[in-house]
């Protein structure tokens, strides 16, 4: 028990560097003052309620209003391992054999409303996203089995008992959707923040219009020292990508924050030189084929080996990344991980061999299901159909909008679907939750039984050595990829973010999730 | 006494059909030029096996968003595919998209406006009132809403197109039935007991054939546009499948600036088919209608 004690010490000293409150830019002195006004790719988010929702609508709408409990590093969102503390003191060391989490929460620290920010409201938010109380939806949920309770021991300390230790709970408390709520507002309506905004964030709320446009002004009583550096900020909603990139280029906005294909990145850089800043990173996203294995021929092993066995990806990546945010070719476990596998990890699986003529076979025809989205699902399908042609396989796309692509996938009304995996956090075990069978996981759509795949999940799970994880995670990934060929991950994207010189402050990291608070931006104009 | 054995050919003072084709070119100039576009695509279209440099759908990693050149006289689209083999074999679904919902919509309008002029009465005051219904609502409109509900692909596109023209088509045709309806012969015919369906179909629409003839030809440039229109709103044909107006959505638009070539060719295309058809639909229309025959 010691020495299961120790590992997880361990590891989540060796993973999960602690770090309390954070610096400002090292190289440039921040200027406070002016207004940023960004774009949000998206019509209108479904609502305003981060514990409910999935989108980067959402967060791109109101993070800016709320506190978190940890967060990825502000100075280095890239680093997929090192998270701190926004409301806590302090990143605590497991207890009670990595089984419990005690968190010190700050004092000092205010609602909108003026009400004080407690550990029974962070408690409560948490026992919310963990345990959704009949009727209310906690999109997450899922991420934290592990969780036995929550609970505010006093005003200022929250503890998190777990039924097992396990590396990838530290990582999952650093969701960036994980927004920090008053417990009384929960108690009385749980409902209202799907709708309204109350919060304790580096901004106040002003203004929300629906489909338009959403405001905020500095909070004054904001606990991080000095933060935020604007005044205020106005997200400005629009779904279609011209209308971004014109507003980028003419400056009408300074930046948007999911990230722009590779052409709009040329365009604006072409047209406007170093007015135009470009952060790259790859993306904590990446395409995934998923044939469906409750429809003849895809039940065949054989035949989803042939499919995947024709995909050239060593060769199509770098040729796609001119043209779609793709990029890294990697297997289900996010490039940057510790736990990712290494290249020649990867050539080892089935579809990532390094001569592709030794792995094409002969073929047959299916429609391929895919998003009505070009970046990258189009681009991505458009190769695919040309990549099996090349082994006689004819692929016709049926192409149909997201809520249709949804359905058509929940129904098991397809033969082989494009579909994605995008995660905020990198948090590989959770990450491949996606790839679980049907039964386990509901939004998998391979339609397959697998235990032994499950099984190895739920090893993962509970394993707290770094080493045995990662040869547990390339077991799981070739039963997954190699043996079973249930699912074929594809290119990892590359997020691309081209966005006026003048903002500063902002770092790139592997997600569009992620912070998003906006208290590190200042511009220097 | 001899006997003289009657010769019809020997009476018929028609002039052949060569003399008329060449009439037709002479006296109709654009609409030669038309019918030359037409022709072309349709060769186009139908050889385009034959005709075309390149697999229209192999992408060239090595040859993305290449500009016009000896290699690919029209450049090549973001995935390296060469533009003139995708514009060739557009022509072909081009061609069966338009030609199909025109004349299946065409036939359909013609039959059913010829019965509704034929029969009148309550029919054919319903029939009027579904026509309205139907026409009150944009081609384009109309062509979306179908391909909603039915799903995108060749097939469904083509019955999003024929729909619409149904009615247009009938609405035309009934007009000039109206007027046939009242002449001698088709007393005659009923007077007989021929059936109402035989006096429709033989004896009416040889006579409403004119304005039949000039209304598909118009069908097919608008059904070319439709086409064109909801593939280029991602509800047509899908890729990889060459159609033009799908040459224009998605990378023609992101490339705009950089490869304008991925946008221009395929709209060419369609402007030159679509002028093409028309210049020849209103040549015809000159040419069959005695009112403006002799302008």
Same mark, same amino acid.
Not at chain 1, 104 to 121: C, E, H, M, N, Y
Not at chain 1, 224 to 234: A, I, N, Q, R, T
Not at chain 1, 293 to 319: E, M, N, T
Not at chain 2, 9 to 21: H, N, Q, T
């Given at each position: 028990m010691?020495?299961?004690?120790s590992l997880?010490t361990t590891?989540? @000293?060796?993973c999960f560097a602690?770090?309390?409150?954070?610096?400002?830019p090292?190289?440039?002195t921040?200027k406070?003052?002016?207004?940023l006004?960004?774009m949000?790719?998206?019509d209108?988010p479904?609502?305003?309620?981060?514990?409910?929702?999935?989108?980067?609508a959402?967060?791109?709408?109101?993070?800016?209003f709320y506190?978190?409990?940890?967060?990825?590093?502000p100075e280095?969102? @890239?680093? +997929?391992?090192r998270f701190?503390?926004d409301?806590c003191?302090e990143v605590p060391?497991?207890?009670?054999?990595g089984?419990?989490?005690?968190?010190?929460?700050? +004092?000092g620290?205010?609602?909108?409303?003026g009400?004080?920010l407690?550990?029974a409201?962070?408690?409560a938010?948490?026992?919310e996203i963990i345990f959704?109380?009949?009727g209310?939806?906690s999109a997450r949920?899922?991420w934290y089995?592990m969780?036995?309770?929550?609970?505010a021991?006093d005003? +200022? +300390?929250v503890?998190?008992?777990l039924k097992?230790?396990?590396p990838?709970f530290?990582?999952?408390?650093?969701d960036?959707?994980a927004?920090?709520y008053e417990?009384?507002?929960l108690?009385a309506?749980?409902?209202?923040?799907?709708?309204h905004?109350?919060?304790?964030?580096?901004?106040?709320?002003?203004?929300y219009?629906i489909?338009?446009s959403?405001?905020g002004?500095r909070n004054?009583?904001y606990?991080?020292k000095g933060e935020?550096?604007?005044?205020g900020?106005?997200?400005?909603?629009?779904p279609?990508q011209?209308?971004?990139?014109?507003a980028i280029r003419?400056?009408?906005? @300074?930046?948007?924050?999911?990230?722009?294909?590779?052409?709009?990145r040329d365009e604006?850089?072409?047209?406007?030189?170093?007015?135009?800043?470009v952060?790259?990173?790859d993306?904590?996203?990446g395409?995934?084929?998923?044939p469906?294995?409750?429809?003849?021929?895809f039940?065949?092993?054989?035949?989803r080996?042939?499919?995947?066995?024709?995909i050239d990806?060593?060769?199509?990546?770098?040729?796609?990344?001119?043209?779609a945010?793709?990029?890294?070719?990697g297997g289900?476990?996010?490039?940057g991980?510790p736990?990712?596998?290494?290249?020649?990890?990867?050539?080892q699986l089935?579809?990532f061999?390094p001569?592709i003529?030794?792995?094409?076979?002969e073929g047959?025809?299916?429609?391929?299901?895919?998003?009505?989205?070009?970046?990258?699902?189009k681009?991505?399908?458009?190769w695919l159909?040309?990549?099996?042609?090349k082994?006689?396989v004819?692929a016709t796309?049926k192409?149909?909008p997201t809520g249709p692509?949804f359905?058509?996938?929940?129904a098991?009304d397809f033969d082989?679907?494009?579909e994605a995996?995008?995660n905020?956090?990198?948090?590989?075990v959770?990450?491949?939750?996606?790839?679980?069978?049907h039964?386990v996981?509901?939004?998998?759509?391979?339609?397959?039984k697998?235990p032994v795949e499950?099984?190895?999940?739920?090893k993962?799970l509970?394993e707290?050595?770094p080493t045995?994880?990662r040869?547990?995670?390339?077991?799981?990934?070739?039963?997954?990829?190699d043996?079973e060929?249930?699912?074929?991950p594809?290119?990892w994207?590359?997020?691309?973010?081209v966005?006026?010189?003048y903002v500063k402050?902002w770092k790139?990291?592997?997600s569009?999730?992620i912070n998003q608070d906006?208290?590190d931006?200042?511009?220097d104009? | 006494?001899?006997?003289t054995?009657?010769d019809p050919?020997a009476?018929?003072?028609?002039p052949?059909v060569?003399?008329?084709?060449?009439?037709?070119?002479?006296r109709?100039?654009?609409g030669?030029?038309?019918l030359?576009l037409?022709l072309?695509?349709?060769?186009?279209g139908?050889f385009a096996e034959?005709?075309?440099?390149y697999?229209p759908?192999a992408?060239?990693?090595?040859?993305?968003t290449?500009a016009?050149s000896l290699?690919?006289?029209?450049?090549?689209d973001?995935f390296?595919?060469?533009?003139l083999s995708?514009i060739i074999?557009g022509?072909?679904?081009?061609?069966?998209?338009?030609l199909?919902s025109?004349?299946?919509?065409?036939?359909s309008g013609?039959v059913?406006?010829?019965?509704s002029?034929y029969?009148g009465?309550? &029919?054919?005051m319903l029939?009027?009132r579904?026509?309205d &219904?139907?026409m009150?609502?944009?081609l384009i &409109?109309?062509?979306?809403a179908?391909?909603?509900?039915?799903?995108?692909?060749?097939?469904?596109v083509i019955?999003?197109i024929?729909?619409?023209?149904?009615p247009?088509?009938a609405?035309?045709?009934r007009?000039?039935?109206?007027?046939?309806?009242?002449v001698?012969?088709?007393?005659?015919?009923r007077?007989?007991?021929?059936?109402?369906w035989r006096?429709?179909?033989r004896h009416?629409?040889?006579?409403?054939?004119?304005?039949f003839?000039?209304m598909?030809?118009?069908?097919?440039g608008q059904?070319i546009?439709?086409?064109?229109?909801?593939s280029?709103?991602?509800l047509?044909?899908?890729?990889p499948?060459p159609?033009w107006?799908?040459?224009?959505?998605?990378?023609?638009?992101e490339?705009?600036?950089?490869?304008?070539? &991925?946008a221009?060719?395929?709209g060419v295309a369609?402007?030159l088919?679509?002028?093409?058809i028309?210049?020849?639909?209103?040549?015809?229309r000159d040419t069959l209608?005695?009112?403006?025959?002799?302008?």
């Amino acid at each position: 028990m010691q020495a299961k004690k120790s590992l997880v010490t361990t590891l989540a @000293a060796a993973c999960f560097a602690v770090s309390i409150g954070h610096a400002a830019p090292a190289a440039e002195t921040p200027k406070r003052g002016g207004t940023l006004t960004y774009m949000i790719p998206a019509d209108a988010p479904p609502s305003l309620d981060g514990h409910r929702e999935g989108t980067y609508a959402t967060v791109h709408t109101v993070a800016p209003f709320y506190s978190v409990l940890m967060r990825v590093d502000p100075e280095n969102p @890239a680093d +997929t391992t090192r998270f701190v503390c926004d409301l806590c003191l302090e990143v605590p060391k497991p207890t009670d054999d990595g089984k419990t989490y005690t968190f010190k929460i700050r +004092t000092g620290v205010k609602f909108q409303d003026g009400s004080p920010l407690t550990a029974a409201d962070v408690a409560a938010s948490w026992h919310e996203i963990i345990f959704p109380r009949k009727g209310v939806l906690s999109a997450r949920a899922n991420w934290y089995s592990m969780v036995d309770e929550v609970g505010a021991a006093d005003a +200022t +300390t929250v503890v998190f008992k777990l039924k097992f230790a396990t590396p990838v709970f530290l990582p999952a408390l650093a969701d960036p959707y994980a927004f920090i709520y008053e417990q009384k507002i929960l108690d009385a309506d749980p409902h209202l923040y799907e709708t309204h905004v109350m919060g304790s964030g580096p901004f106040r709320f002003v203004n929300y219009t629906i489909g338009q446009s959403i405001e905020g002004v500095r909070n004054p009583d904001y606990y991080h020292k000095g933060e935020p550096y604007l005044d205020g900020f106005k997200g400005i909603f629009a779904p279609k990508q011209s209308v971004r990139v014109d507003a980028i280029r003419s400056d009408r906005a @300074a930046i948007e924050f999911r990230g722009l294909p590779p052409s709009a990145r040329d365009e604006l850089t072409k047209d406007l030189g170093d007015k135009i800043t470009v952060q790259t990173s790859d993306w904590n996203c990446g395409n995934l084929i998923t044939p469906n294995a409750s429809r003849k021929p895809f039940d065949d092993v054989r035949v989803r080996r042939a499919l995947l066995l024709a995909i050239d990806q060593w060769r199509g990546g770098p040729a796609l990344s001119k043209i779609a945010n793709v990029h890294t070719v990697g297997g289900i476990v996010f490039p940057g991980s510790p736990l990712a596998a290494t290249k020649a990890e990867l050539q080892q699986l089935a579809g990532f061999w390094p001569d592709i003529e030794k792995s094409r076979a002969e073929g047959l025809s299916f429609e391929l299901l895919n998003r009505n989205v070009d970046q990258p699902y189009k681009f991505v399908g458009i190769w695919l159909v040309d990549e099996w042609s090349k082994i006689g396989v004819h692929a016709t796309q049926k192409v149909v909008p997201t809520g249709p692509w949804f359905a058509l996938m929940r129904a098991g009304d397809f033969d082989v679907v494009v579909e994605a995996n995008c995660n905020s956090i990198v948090n590989p075990v959770l990450d491949t939750q996606k790839y679980l069978p049907h039964d386990v996981f509901v939004e998998n759509y391979g339609y397959y039984k697998d235990p032994v795949e499950a099984d190895l999940y739920e090893k993962m799970l509970r394993e707290p050595d770094p080493t045995k994880l990662r040869t547990l995670m390339r077991a799981y990934e070739k039963q997954i990829i190699d043996v079973e060929a249930h699912e074929f991950p594809m290119l990892w994207w590359e997020r691309i973010m081209v966005y006026q010189s003048y903002v500063k402050g902002w770092k790139i990291g592997p997600s569009h999730y992620i912070n998003q608070d906006l208290a590190d931006i200042w511009l220097d104009r | 006494m001899s006997v003289t054995v009657f010769d019809p050919d020997a009476l018929d003072l028609r002039p052949s059909v060569w003399s008329r084709s060449l009439r037709f070119c002479r006296r109709q100039p654009l609409g030669t030029f038309g019918l030359a576009l037409v022709l072309i695509i349709a060769v186009t279209g139908i050889f385009a096996e034959a005709l075309a440099p390149y697999n229209p759908t192999a992408n060239d990693f090595a040859a993305m968003t290449e500009a016009p050149s000896l290699d690919h006289w029209l450049g090549t689209d973001q995935f390296g595919r060469d533009l003139l083999s995708r514009i060739i074999f557009g022509a072909r679904t081009a061609l069966i998209v338009g030609l199909s919902s025109a004349f299946v919509g065409g036939s359909s309008g013609l039959v059913l406006g010829v019965a509704s002029a034929y029969i009148g009465g309550t &029919i054919d005051m319903l029939m009027q009132r579904v026509f309205d &219904i139907v026409m009150a609502f944009p081609l384009i &409109i109309l062509a979306l809403a179908i391909v909603s509900i039915f799903g995108t692909g060749v097939q469904n596109v083509i019955i999003a197109i024929t729909i619409p023209l149904i009615p247009r088509c009938a609405r035309v045709v009934r007009s000039a039935a109206l007027v046939i309806r009242e002449v001698p012969y088709v007393d005659a015919a009923r007077a007989c007991g021929f059936s109402a369906w035989r006096i429709i179909l033989r004896h009416m629409v040889p006579n409403v054939m004119a304005p039949f003839l000039i209304m598909v030809t118009a069908f097919v440039g608008q059904a070319i546009l439709a086409e064109a229109s909801l593939s280029y709103l991602g509800l047509g044909v899908q890729e990889p499948v060459p159609a033009w107006g799908l040459m224009l959505q998605g990378g023609a638009e992101e490339y705009a600036s950089t490869a304008p070539w &991925i946008a221009i060719f395929p709209g060419v295309a369609i402007m030159l088919s679509v002028l093409g058809i028309n210049l020849f639909g209103d040549a015809l229309r000159d040419t069959l209608d005695p009112k403006l025959r002799d302008r």
